[in-house]
């Protein structure tokens, strides 16, 4: 069994708002194995983004890590001092893959001095030499070498997606995040991307944790998969138990909500209600407005995650 | 539109601005100088026969005949006979070619109109553009400053500087200025004429003390609405992505602000304060009136002083080519600073 | 929208205006200002306007003002104006059988420096002749001083009717009080009398003490602190009466009032408060008419689409090339030197709409896409009616917000012309006031009360409408709180 590249204990991330604290990521515990795709689902303003952020340990202000603990091979990261994190965690440690199609490759400048930044501010790396690897990296991806020269206007959405999925894996980190790195492409180039990626996993054995809020990509690319509701964990496991043995309610909703290809499907699902509040969410579970089989357990106490399977965790009254 | 294509567009545009302000201006002035011109003509001629009868005792030429032949001849020498729209095309191609004339009285030494602004137009540019730069460096480390910290004291004093400045009018804030620390304090010369008896660095020092309260009452007046631009485009470009972007890769927070935040806001702010600069020239052009500094303004405030017209057509003019082609520079330095631009340019041609 | 909503709306923006700080104390300036320009007759008096124009002898030049004095070691004289009601007139008939009209005036004084002169105007009477003109004797007694008489005679002379009565410099007064400075064992060389009796400054002997030597109290004058009386006879013969009712006895201030005076006497607070009306009226005009016009044209730019819109839009840009001061000036000196109020208005106008059409066409394409407009144009609803009906309104909040932050440029363009001398020379304003301390040299001559107020006045009325655009621009535009 090969070991955990990242270990998340209890951690909790709220939103300090002048309008009261958001709890975006509320006590969560998961761990990723190394050359494992963790894929992280939920609609959106689950908190899902934020976790990712959190885990890059650097919270979009207002928010703060309140507590718990990001082990990343095997080294404390919370509460590093910021220094600290950009010297010697971030980008090297663990990456990040952010959505290309918007504007995450800034306008005013080259592909090439974007990418090598993190080469020259945390390697000391010369500069030619950093474009080097850059091309090295350009190439991995499928894009040829010259296009560091270029502004990335010139561009197409999947050449600077490929751009900053190179970008990410320049310093080799042990665990790469990608953040809807599929979102707002168009079908085909999704395609291409997911392909790159499961190639460039199988290649370089990556550690990654894939946030998107469409599960049907997930269950192309990821090995487990986790679902968040409310910026808490609702279920976890492997992609087969997941998909076809869904042990949460909202995790059976979500997919009742994808279309398929091979089934026949009467009509598409949707899940009533809306995703709670999060400066005042509901006592107990925090699904039990919208989910059909509350009880009045759910609510007034907030359920664990149980085992209900090997390797395959919910946390709901009815198991 | 291509760049090239739209900086074509832009040169033909201020052309034709200038073309229709000198046209304007030389209409206003053709009629105006009919009337100074007739009265000038009679007494110039009535000065002629005086003294052709000193001259020329019981001479047998007849007065109102002489005075007749003498108008038809100056009439004639001023054009005042050729039809009204003549001459203002006249005007408008003299002026042009800046040949404006001559001015009555004689200023720094000339009574060529276009050697007198010759004169004054570089010390307004050097005041100008010394003033500007400071203004640009304060401004953009302040709203810098208080755009990375919305809602800090640094942050609400500019704000509150910025609302104060924009509604205090400049050369009032340059008399202020004369009167503490010329007048009360007695640091600075209450008069910014350089001393002409001076040469070499002497002079350069002079001009330099001179200079110090003309320049921090622009600065002052000006710099706050600068930092209030520069915070608020700073603010907005802070939460793009690629600023996050930039921490996660691990850049040096001084380099995300001053070179990815900074760089990316850079074209919109340049633009805006040419602009702004552009709205405040007006008001520092008074305000070097008010400190007695020998330039434009300066000669503005004498031309109306002493109803100088040749010299106000002129300083019209050589304003408004001023103003057009700060436009066009404003235009070339947001091609120059956004690379989309640029490459819509050669891409084009 | 029906009234109600109407009601509604206003009542919900004026909830969240009132949170606005910095606008609520826009608000109050504003109500201020107005009160002030509405009621600039009362306050001051209705024929200042007129007045404005003429020197105003009766006051002093440059005199600043009163409460100056608490924040200077050497306190100055305010300006005194003695009128018939505070006149104890008697009337009496000497032995010759003429008409002796007597009064006194107590005058406090405990300053430093003295009052510049005592000047006595429009004492009338119906003497036709000069032989038969009033006779007008006075003095001033003097509070106690040991060892020395209190009583100076001044003046002994007949005064024709109307007459200003200038005691400062007038050389039999001042050869009167050169003889009491004698009589009281002063020693006074001859030259320097010869030359006192032209140059004397004759205030400052009357108002300190008495020194053994004259150069004494003209180098290091020692302020006589006390009550002082002026003494005032005027003699009539039978039949000629004499007229006080318009009487003003003028102890001419070393200060004056609330604010001062100028280089013309004139009191600059009155002024500052008849200012305000042509501050406002420009500075709203302008704002108002521009904002409108520049929304119609956006609007209906925006509406229109097509070559018409880019039409449009290039002679927006156009008007915007234009540089407004030196085009202004150039206009100014074509108009005979002058620019009357409406006409800067009208230019003002002409320059200042092109900006707002410019946000306001962008903002009218969003709405234009929005579907209860192409409804309209479905039901068959013309041109203007869309524009007015469906898109103006819409784009009124932003109207108000840029009106209000529209104001202090066309206030300080106003003032900018004035100063520079282009003013409209039958109002009173504060441009035009800083331009003639300019020309009077105030500044280099630190004549501050005649630099400060006006500017200061033209900052406020500018900072009141920025506070409030400012505040109606968070309330009304949301989406823009932002930015």
């Known amino acids: ?319 | ?349 | 929208m029906r009234w109600v909503d109407m009601k509604d709306s206003l009542k919900n923006f004026w909830n969240d205006f009132r949170r606005e700080k910095s606008g609520m104390f826009g608000l109050f300036l504003l109500i201020l200002l107005l009160f002030t320009a509405l009621a600039a007759p009362l306050l001051t008096s209705p024929d200042i306007p007129q007045k404005w124009k003429t020197y105003w002898l009766e006051n002093p030049q440059n005199a600043p003002p009163a409460w100056s004095n608490y924040f200077s070691s050497t306190t100055k004289a305010p300006h005194v104006i003695y009128t018939y009601h505070d006149l104890h007139i008697t009337k009496s008939k000497d032995q010759f059988g003429d008409t002796v009209y007597s009064f006194e005036i107590p005058y406090k004084y405990n300053y430093q420096v003295p009052v510049k002169d005592i000047v006595i105007f429009k004492l009338a009477s119906n003497a036709s002749s000069p032989l038969d003109a009033p006779h007008i004797s006075i003095a001033l007694r003097r509070p106690v001083q040991d060892g020395y008489s209190r009583v100076v005679p001044l003046l002994d002379e007949t005064v024709s009717s109307n007459a200003t009565i200038q005691l400062s410099t007038n050389t039999q007064v001042r050869r009167n009080v050169l003889n009491w400075l004698k009589q009281n064992k002063v020693q006074v060389d001859p030259t320097l009398e010869f030359q006192l009796l032209a140059t004397m400054d004759t205030m400052k002997f009357l108002f300190s003490q008495i020194q053994p030597n004259i150069q004494n109290m003209m180098d290091n004058p020692k302020p006589l602190h006390g009550t002082y009386t002026l003494l005032v006879n005027v003699t009539a013969k039978p039949g000629i009466s004499v007229d006080f009712s318009n009487v003003e006895i003028v102890f001419m201030g070393r200060t004056y009032g609330i604010m001062g005076t100028d280089d013309r006497g004139r009191d600059i607070w009155t002024g500052l408060i008849w200012g305000s009306r042509v501050s406002l009226t420009i500075g709203i005009a302008v704002a108002v008419l521009s904002v409108l016009i520049g929304i119609f044209y956006g609007v209906t730019s925006a509406y229109l689409g097509g070559w018409k819109d880019e039409f449009l839009q290039r002679i927006n840009e156009f008007v915007a090339s234009i540089p407004t001061l030196p085009i202004l000036i150039l206009l100014g000196v074509y108009f005979g030197g002058h620019i009357m109020l409406w006409q800067l208005v009208l230019l003002l106008v002409a320059f200042g709409w092109v900006g707002i059409a410019k946000v306001a066409r962008s903002m009218a394409l969003q709405i234009k896409e929005q579907t209860y407009v192409e409804a309209a144009r479905a039901l068959g609803a013309g041109t203007g009616r869309i524009v007015f009906k469906h898109m103006v309104p819409q784009l009124l909040p932003y109207a108000f917000a840029q009106i209000a932050l529209g104001v202090p440029g066309a206030i300080l363009a106003e003032a900018s012309l004035s100063f520079l001398g282009l003013g409209d020379p039958s109002k009173i304003t504060w441009g035009q006031m800083l331009n003639e301390a300019q020309r009077a040299g105030a500044a280099v001559n630190g004549y501050w009360w005649e630099v400060i107020p006006p500017g200061l006045a033209i900052t406020l009325v500018g900072l009141t409408f920025v506070l409030i655009g400012v505040a109606l621009d968070k309330v009304l535009n949301p989406r823009l709180r932002r930015m």
């Open chain 1, 1 to 319: 069994m090969s070991k955990n590249v990242l270990e998340v204990k209890n951690l909790k991330m709220y939103y300090f708002t002048n309008k009261g604290v958001v709890k975006a990521v509320d006590d969560l515990s998961f761990t990723l194995k190394k050359g494992e795709v963790l894929g992280l689902a939920g609609e959106s303003g689950c908190g899902k983004s934020s976790l990712g952020f959190t885990l890059m340990g650097m919270p979009t202000p207002p928010g703060k890590i309140v507590d718990g603990s990001i082990k990343i091979d095997g080294r404390e990261v919370v509460g590093l001092p910021e220094d600290v994190l950009r010297k010697e965690v971030r980008w090297q440690k663990i990456s990040m893959i952010f959505q290309g199609a918007m504007n995450a490759l800034n306008p005013v400048y080259t592909v090439g001095y974007q990418m090598i930044e993190p080469l020259v501010y945390l390697k000391g790396m010369e500069r030619d030499d950093a474009l080097d690897r850059a091309q090295k990296y350009l190439e991995l991806v499928g894009l040829p070498g010259d296009i560091v020269y270029r502004y990335p206007h010139e561009l197409s959405g999947g050449m600077k997606q490929r751009v900053i999925i190179a970008t990410a894996l320049l310093l080799e980190p042990d665990v790469v995040i990608a953040d809807e790195p599929t979102t707002a492409l168009d079908v085909v180039v999704q395609a291409q991307i997911i392909n790159l990626m499961k190639k460039l996993k199988k290649e370089l054995g990556l550690s990654m944790i894939f946030i998107t809020h469409d599960l049907s990509i997930l269950a192309e690319i990821s090995d487990r998969v986790a679902i968040m509701y409310a910026g808490k964990l609702v279920e976890i496991g492997d992609s087969e138990k997941i998909y076809y043995e869904p042990a949460h309610p909202y995790t059976q909703k979500l997919l009742a909500a994808i279309p398929r290809l091979h089934e026949d499907v009467e009509r598409l699902e949707f899940i009533p209600g809306q995703p709670p509040n999060l400066i005042n969410p509901p006592k107990g579970c925090r699904f039990h407005p919208r989910c059909p089989y509350a009880m009045q357990v759910c609510k007034e106490q907030i359920p664990e995650l149980k085992e209900v399977d090997k390797d395959h965790y919910a946390a709901c009254w009815l198991l």
């Open chain 2, 1 to 349: 539109m291509g760049f090239g294509k739209y900086l074509a567009y832009r040169l033909f545009n201020a052309a034709l601005i200038l073309f229709f302000v000198v046209l304007l201006t030389s209409t206003l002035f053709v009629k105006l100088a009919d009337v100074t011109l007739q009265s000038q003509i009679q007494e110039t001629v009535q000065a002629e026969w005086n003294a052709y009868a000193q001259h020329h005792p019981g001479g047998h030429v007849n007065q109102s005949e002489f005075i007749k032949q003498r108008t038809e001849y100056w009439t004639d020498y001023y054009g005042l006979n050729k039809p009204y729209r003549t001459r203002v095309w006249q005007t408008t191609i003299k002026t042009l070619t800046f040949n404006f004339g001559q001015t009555r009285q004689t200023l720094f030494g000339t009574r060529d109109t276009t050697q007198i602004i010759k004169i004054a137009l570089p010390r307004t540019i050097l005041l100008f553009t010394t003033a500007q730069i400071i203004v640009i460096l304060i401004g953009i480390l302040l709203g810098v400053k208080s755009a990375q910290n919305p809602g800090s004291t640094v942050d609400r004093t500019i704000s509150v500087l910025a609302m104060v400045t924009a509604s205090l009018p400049m050369w009032w804030f340059g008399m202020i200025m004369i009167l503490i620390f010329a007048f009360k304090l007695g640091w600075f010369p209450v008069n910014s004429f350089p001393d002409p008896t001076l040469t070499g660095l002497a002079h350069i020092k002079d001009v330099m003390w001179r200079m110090v309260l003309p320049v921090t009452t622009i600065v002052t007046v000006l710099f706050g609405g600068w930092a209030w631009t520069t915070r608020n485009i700073m603010i907005g470009t802070m939460q793009e992505d690629f600023i996050m972007a930039a921490r996660a890769k691990g850049v040096p927070e001084r380099k995300v602000i001053y070179g990815h935040a900074l760089r990316a806001a850079a074209p919109p702010i340049v633009t805006m304060t040419i602009f702004s600069l552009l709205g405040s020239l007006g008001g520092a052009i008074i305000t070097e009136a008010v400190f007695n500094w020998p330039g434009m303004g300066r000669l503005y405030w004498i031309a109306l002083q002493q109803n100088e017209t040749t010299l106000i057509v002129g300083l019209t003019y050589i304003f408004t080519l001023l103003y057009l082609t700060a436009m066009i520079l404003a235009d070339l330095t947001y091609a120059f600073l956004d690379p989309r631009v640029k490459v819509g340019a050669s891409a084009s041609m």
